[in-house]
């Protein structure tokens, strides 16, 4: 079964600072993609960063970049210059490559503060 | 217009009342997805329409009826609640059903079952 795991239920940050936040997953399939989602106060699950599996080059967003480590099944997001709009739950979340339709499975999430 | 909305943005209701969470996209995509979001456990995906045909159902019990008549619109048909029904329902959209097309989220029903 896939399982995706997030250890951090809370993280906080410095406005300006950099946080790195864990995910870790479980899955047997070889190709697959990976998802960051940003959840803030407002409800809605907005899209931060996409990773395809057989991609080894890490995926950058602007202030947010993924240290992807295929073998140890790790898929951490940075947050660079971390600004207080920053501030919401985030979910990790993985899809199979031709699994089932809409079949993503998410994180529990990690709730990130950033102090002013 | 926001790509995907979500009515109404609250419901309290009964556990013998019938209701429906209503979703629109404004995206032009051709699947649409149901998820239950409750405290502290990852969101749970309940339904999957592509192309307005469902095609995941994920053992959600029959008091949840979905309805799909166009590539735009989806509803959740509740009926019969029980307390532990109380969450935040989400509606997503994707280009199509591909496991790697991003989902867009609505801001969500928060629904409470007295």
């Not at chain 1, 936040?21 to 907005?46: A, G, H, N, V």
């Not at chain 1, 995926?59 to 660079?80: D, M």
């Not at chain 1, 993985?94 to 089932?100: E, Q, W």
């Not at chain 2, 959600?60 to 019969?80: D, M």
Request: charged share 20%; hydrophobic share 30%; with cysteine.
């Amino acid at each position: 079964a896939q399982t995706v795991t997030q250890s951090q239920p809370e993280m906080s940050v410095q406005e300006a600072e950099t946080v790195t936040l864990s995910c870790t997953y479980d899955t047997s399939e070889s190709d697959y993609y990976l998802f960051w989602y940003k959840q803030p106060p407002s409800r809605q699950m907005i899209l931060v960063i996409r990773q395809e599996a057989y991609k080894q080059q890490n995926a950058t967003e602007n202030r947010f970049s993924v240290n992807f480590q295929k073998a140890a099944k790790s898929f951490s997001l940075k947050i660079s210059d971390s600004q207080l709009g920053d501030a919401a739950m985030y979910f990790c979340a993985l899809a199979d490559y031709g699994g089932s339709q809409g079949n993503l499975i998410f994180g529990k999430g990690t709730k990130l503060s950033v102090k002013p | 217009e926001t790509g995907v909305t979500q009515t109404p943005r609250h419901l309290v209701m009964g556990m013998t009342n019938k209701k429906s969470l209503k979703c629109e996209q404004h995206l032009g995509h051709n699947a649409m997805y149901w998820y239950k979001q409750s405290a502290k456990k990852p969101l749970e995906l309940m339904f999957v329409y592509s192309l307005e045909e469902r095609v995941e159902n994920n053992s959600v019990p029959s008091r949840f009826s979905p309805e799909c008549p166009n590539s735009s619109h989806l509803f959740l048909h509740l009926h019969t609640l029980q307390p532990e029904d109380s969450a935040l329902y989400l509606c997503a959209s994707s280009q199509d059903g591909g496991s790697n097309q991003p989902q867009h989220f609505g801001d969500g029903t928060r629904l409470s079952i007295l």
